[in-house]
């Protein structure tokens, strides 16, 4: 469902398994050419679901994990997103892998991915200014724009608000259900058990915030430091007992 | 790890903190828009905000300017009738009210529905109108109802565009405050 103004263009759209809430605003956000920015941004997200589901038998990555498919025959979105997934393994340190559970699985990559190429989809088309939530996933471009983040221990709350008057801000928030985490304390057979409720990275790119923000939470007490040191990265995050703590960055 | 000192490409975000229970504002002023982004605002440097006060008694009475006498509502407000789901595409004038309903969320206790009222484009307050009655769950209720209207609208009070939490799915989604922001619709 779309809601519009002369000046404002929302919508609301169910893919990849999850929910995502399109806010367009600037003098241009109700034309058709706008409009016709949402339903390329719509498709981008269906197309990246038909691609990259590892759900989905005949998704061009499972074709490619089970063989019947060759890199080369994949769509280009494909080396470049399992490229990405190399360069934020590395950046990580393993934390974040597409690899953390065996088999080829990119997907905690490919939704930040996904969103901040649908977000730039509709910037290009002339917005002022873009917030598109993927999943709880953030890319905003342009301003100005207040988002909370949620309160992972009580719901309902915001544990903070964040304000970005202008330029690229990116917001993703980690908890226990994030996929690409590959450390698993050889105890449980789990990914280590976290002393953080949540934790949320900013940058300016969603395709970097999403995977830092999911190998920052594995991490766990080692988040903080790896993320003061991060360039282009603060944090700020809620710890199980409720505590927050957050990059240096991150406040004043 | 190397001990060079972190380099801040983001040096240009100016952040500010107030902190209380509920809410903690930052600010980050990008002064540089990338290219090809969309056309850069001037910067809008917002005042800075103390955090919107909780049902406590001992919060402070000067936060959250912006959103007006918002607390002095929540619990005030007791709509027992069916919700009129106003849900106009225009955006709101000033000083008209109307009434959102919230999907029904499935909690512990049982089903919740709250219905938000609005005054231009504030939340003025947030109403229960599906509560588990019977029982336990009466008194558990009996101090959930009143949290959820506060918190409802304090998030809202708060004026934010949108949230973001621990990745949630379609079905999650529907209990999210995100999904409340998306059905307010402005």
């Excluded at chain 1, 600037?26 to 034309?31: H, I, L």
């Excluded at chain 2, 002023?29 to 005042?47: D, E, N």
């Excluded at chain 2, 949108?162 to 995100?178: D, F």
């Amino acid at each position: 469902m779309s809601e519009e103004s002369t000046t404002r263009l929302r919508h609301v759209e169910d893919a990849m398994g999850t929910v995502f809430s399109f806010d367009v605003r600037g003098p241009e956000a109700g034309t058709p050419r706008s409009r016709a920015a949402l339903e390329a941004a719509v498709a981008s997200l269906h197309r990246a679901d038909e691609v990259f589901s590892a759900y989905r038998g005949d998704s061009q990555l499972s074709r490619l994990v089970r063989g019947d498919l060759g890199l080369a025959d994949c769509d280009p979105e494909v080396r470049e997103v399992l490229a990405l997934c190399d360069d934020a393994e590395r950046l990580t340190d393993g934390w974040f892998s597409a690899r953390y559970a065996g088999p080829l699985d990119p997907t905690g990559l490919v939704k930040g991915w996904a969103v901040e190429r649908a977000a730039r989809m509709m910037a290009s088309a002339g917005a002022d200014a873009v917030c598109l939530n993927g999943g709880g996933d953030i890319q905003l471009l342009g301003g100005p724009w207040r988002v909370g983040i949620a309160h992972p221990l009580r719901p309902g709350e915001l544990a903070t608000v964040v304000e970005a008057a202008s330029g690229e801000l990116a917001i993703a928030t980690s908890g226990p259900a994030e996929r690409g985490c590959h450390i698993l304390d050889p105890r449980t057979g789990m990914p280590p058990e976290s002393a953080l409720a949540s934790i949320t990275v900013v940058s300016r790119s969603l395709t970097d915030a999403d995977t830092w923000a999911t190998a920052a939470f594995a991490m766990g007490d080692r988040a903080r430091d790896w993320l003061e040191r991060l360039p282009g990265a603060e944090a700020f995050a809620v710890t199980a007992d409720g505590a927050t703590w957050q990059t240096t960055g991150f406040g004043s | 790890m190397s001990t060079v000192k972190k380099k801040h490409p983001l040096r240009r975000m100016v952040l500010c903190t107030a902190a209380t229970v509920s809410g903690i504002v930052l600010m980050l002023a990008l002064k540089q828009p990338a290219p090809g982004t969309a056309a850069a605002t001037a910067p809008v440097q917002v005042g800075a905000v103390a955090g919107s006060p909780t049902a406590s008694a001992a919060a402070t009475g000067s936060a959250a300017a912006s959103a007006g006498s918002v607390q002095g509502s929540a619990s005030a407000s007791a709509p027992a009738s069916a919700p009129s789901a106003a849900k106009s595409s225009a955006p709101a004038a000033a000083n008209v009210t109307r009434s959102v309903t919230g999907d029904t969320a499935q909690t512990q206790y049982g089903p919740v529905q709250v219905e938000i009222t609005m005054t231009g484009t504030k939340i003025t307050a947030a109403t229960a109108l599906q509560h588990p009655t019977g029982g336990q769950s009466d008194q558990i209720n009996a101090n959930a109802v009143p949290k959820l209207n506060q918190e409802a609208v304090t998030a809202q009070s708060a004026s934010i565009d949108a949230v973001s939490g621990a990745s949630y799915t379609s079905a999650g989604y529907k209990q999210s405050l995100q999904s409340a922001l998306d059905k307010a619709g402005v």
